[in-house]
């Protein structure tokens, strides 16, 4: 690390990323900061990062991979990337540290489609996929994590399958790891507590129907 440490959001993220998991941290003497003596890519097992500045603190969001999605980091990774982050962090900077499942989602929608290439049970006809499902899980999984979900982009999405000829968006709900309610995105925007979002029950929640 630079000896001219500028404690941003971009600084933080780096330095989350570093974090090598059973590594000990090392003091430079020149610097009078912490790292590792080797960077390790196969023990940094923090994939995902989100930085927010709270002003008074940093919150820092992290998670593992699994299957290409982001996994919650397990009691013994967060413990020890925690005692990382509080060794590396610029002095007096109060942070606050999570790692958690991500926050489901329901989305209603009504959808018009061409009967020659989707069937309205919601399969394309040439292969059996549900394609507009594949497309709001694509959608989904490439939110930057901890990025903010966006009504409009999905529609575009729905919109930009081959068959879908319009889209009328209903109730889109979520529910975080940690709560017990499903809640109605009010707006168009929504910001995952968990840093990403996995869409759920679309084959009762999407209907299909065909211009009469």
């Known amino acids: 690390m630079a000896s001219a440490v500028v404690a941003s959001v971009p600084w933080y993220y780096k330095v989350a990323r570093a974090f090598q998991y059973g590594d000990a941290l090392v003091l430079d003497e020149e610097t009078q900061q912490y ?18 500045d709270r002003g008074t603190s940093v919150e820092i969001l992290a998670s593992g991979e699994k299957g290409g999605l982001p996994e919650p980091l397990s009691d013994g990774v967060l413990t020890a990337f925690k005692q990382y982050m509080n060794r590396v962090k610029i002095a ?20 018009w489609v061409d009967p020659l290439v989707i069937g309205t049970d919601g ?15 694509a959608y989904l999984k490439n939110i930057v994590y901890g990025g903010t979900f966006n009504k409009t982009r999905l529609t575009d999405a729905i919109q930009a399958v081959e068959g879908v000829e319009d889209v009328e968006l ?9 709560g017990t309610a499903w809640t109605t995105i009010k707006g168009n925007n929504y910001t995952a507590a968990g840093g990403s979002l996995t869409v759920e029950g679309l084959e009762n929640s999407m209907s299909y129907v065909v211009e009469s």
Do not use: F, H, P
Request: with cysteine; proline share 0%.
């Open 35 to 52: 790292g590792y003596a080797t960077a390790d890519e196969g023990k940094q097992v923090v994939k995902y990062v989100a930085v927010r």
């Open 92 to 111: 007096g900077v109060v942070l606050t540290i999570r790692s958690q499942r991500a926050d489901r989602l329901t989305v209603r929608a009504r959808i």
């Open 123 to 137: 399969r394309r006809i040439s292969d059996g996929v549900r394609a507009v499902d594949e497309a709001i899980k």
């Open 170 to 178: 209903g109730d889109c709900q979520y529910m975080t790891a940690t």
